[in-house]
Nanobody, 120 residues
Framework: VQLQASGGGSVQTGGSLRLSCAAS????????MAWFRQVPGKDREFVAV????????TYAPSVKGRFTISLDSNNYTLYLQMDSVKPEDAALYYC??????????????WGQGTQVTVSS
């Protein structure tokens, strides 16, 4: 399984950005997909997870109401719509494929990360 994240860049505070993550290879259907983020010196932080059929989602309290996770199950592409972005959202964002979980240690497959920077 390969996960390719894209869409990162620079965004102003209060602005919007959409991240994408394309999954390819021998995809194990029935697996959930998630977004995590990490800043230097800190552990990888859970952002959001979506069930395989896209019906169930869970968000970290810090992004709930501002970010939206979605999944195109036809081509297994994961999205993260980031709205009302705050300076503390700046991080390297990773997509992951695995169980429906907010714990990074439970995920085996990871994308390479896409950088989000936030300017005031």
């Amino acid at each position: 399984v390969q996960l390719q994240a894209s869409g990162g860049g620079s965004v102003q505070t209060g602005g919007s950005l959409r991240l994408s993550c394309a999954a390819s290879g021998h995809i194990l259907h029935g697996h959930s997909m998630a977004w995590f983020r990490q800043v230097p010196g800190k552990d990888r932080e859970f952002v959001a997870v979506i069930s395989p059929d896209g019906d169930i989602t869970t968000y970290a309290p810090s992004v709930k109401g501002r970010f939206t996770i979605s999944l195109d199950s036809n081509n297994y592409t994961l999205y993260l719509q980031m709205d009302s972005v705050k300076p503390e959202d700046a991080a390297l964002y990773y997509c992951a494929l695995g169980p429906y979980s907010s714990a990074a240690r439970t995920y085996v497959y990871w994308g390479q990360g896409t950088q989000v920077t936030v300017s005031s």
